[in-house]
């Protein structure tokens, strides 16, 4: 239940985005790290939307797609840093932390 909560609170918040044409809106989700995971563990989203993980830790962490998936950090993300995504292809996307690689977690992108 606490996925289904997390994933309807974070699809709530959508924003205008400067430079983007009259009307156009873009979905943007917050995946906090904290305390060694990552909050939502499990994401769905739908395509085209951009998923924001913002590290609240105290130590560097990263985000390493499985696969030859895009979307992996460059690096390691600095406590209070932030690491973008736009997610464009529907499909399953698993990653981890490359500095913690028990810090598992996979966002699902939905058709458009």
């Not at 924003?15 to 939502?40: C, K, M, N, Y």
């Not at 993300?77 to 810090?103: D, L, N, S, W």
Request: with cysteine; glycine share 8%.
């Amino acid at each position: 239940m606490r996925i289904v909560i997390a994933t309807v609170i974070l699809a709530a918040v959508v924003l205008e985005l400067p430079g983007t044409h009259l009307g156009a809106q873009q979905t943007v989700l917050i995946v906090d790290i904290r305390e060694f995971s990552f909050e939502p563990r499990e994401l769905i989203v739908p395509a085209d939307a951009t998923v924001r993980w913002v590290n609240r830790d105290d130590f560097p962490h990263s985000v390493i797609m499985a696969g030859n998936q895009p979307g992996s950090s460059r690096g390691t993300i600095a406590p209070g840093g932030e690491h973008t995504v736009v997610f464009r292809q529907a499909g399953k996307f698993t990653y981890r932390c490359g500095v913690h690689p028990t810090m598992l977690a996979e966002i699902t992108v939905s058709g458009q």
